[in-house]
């Protein structure tokens, strides 16, 4: 799973999350040149990006078409809150499905000339929940969605171009969102009890192992792969 041969860089979109520093990470390891952007948490060699804005995400991929883009990582999205959808207003929805699905779109429409340029890849990253749905996990799981639908159709009409297109689901983690969802008490030591005998490896993952997979989809290891999502959930949607 060698970067180092391609042409051009990795972009990694959310980079100040806990999945985007371990795609990062793995990604600069395994030799590729990665430009990562963060929307409120400044990186030192980040570059700023709203990804509601589609002109920033525009501009963004226009400041790199002299260099190339051979893989597009999305890992950003918006805070959550665990809720049953009875108690998610409409506005509260329509926000979590502009500022989680509508903006991958942003950046996919933006990357897809670079990417079919380089014949390149995007991975998304998406959620184990569109699997195996857990309770109150609507205000996620729902925009998720949308993004894989969004993968799956990428990936059938982009494929002419060469474009590969795929989504990784994580499931429980230690760490990233679901870390600060322990640290305020939504998920409280019961629900964390339940959720890890409902995995069959009895035990949650980190960003880490998130990041392996992210590294596989794109790299030429799996270079046949396309339209798919890979649940990195220790067997939770089985």
């Known amino acids: 799973m060698s970067f180092g041969h391609r ?9 100040s999350g806990g999945i985007g520093r371990a795609v990062v990470d793995l990604m600069k390891m395994r030799g590729a040149k990665v430009v990562q952007t963060y929307r409120n948490t400044p990186l030192p060699d980040g570059r700023q990006c709203d990804t509601n804005d589609p002109e920033q995400c525009r501009a963004l991929l226009d400041s790199l078409a002299d260099e190339g883009v051979h893989t597009v990582v999305h ?49 998304a990253i998406t959620t184990a929940a569109t699997t195996r749905y857990p309770k109150r996990d609507g205000l996620s799981s729902v925009p998720k969605a949308a993004v894989e639908e969004m993968v799956r159709a990428l990936a059938v009409e982009e494929g002419r171009y060469g474009v590969r297109v795929n989504c990784v689901g994580p499931g429980m983690l230690t760490d990233g969102m679901a870390k600060r969802l322990m640290d305020s008490g939504e998920l409280d030591g019961l629900a964390l009890d339940v959720t890890r005998k409902n ?40």
């Open 75 to 123: 890992a950003a999205g918006p805070p959550v809150h665990m809720l049953h959808l009875s108690n998610v207003k409409p506005a509260e929805m329509a926000l979590q499905l502009a500022q989680d699905a509508s903006a991958f779109f942003n950046v996919a429409h933006s990357a897809l000339p670079l990417l079919r340029q380089s014949q390149g890849n995007l991975v």
């Open 199 to 238: 995995i069959p490896l009895s035990r949650f993952g980190s960003a880490y192992d998130i990041a392996e997979a992210v590294c596989f989809l794109a790299s030429d290891a799996a270079g046949f792969i396309s339209g798919q999502k890979l649940d990195v959930d220790g067997g939770y949607g089985v």
């Open 7 to 15: 042409p051009g860089v990795a972009l990694v979109i959310g980079g």
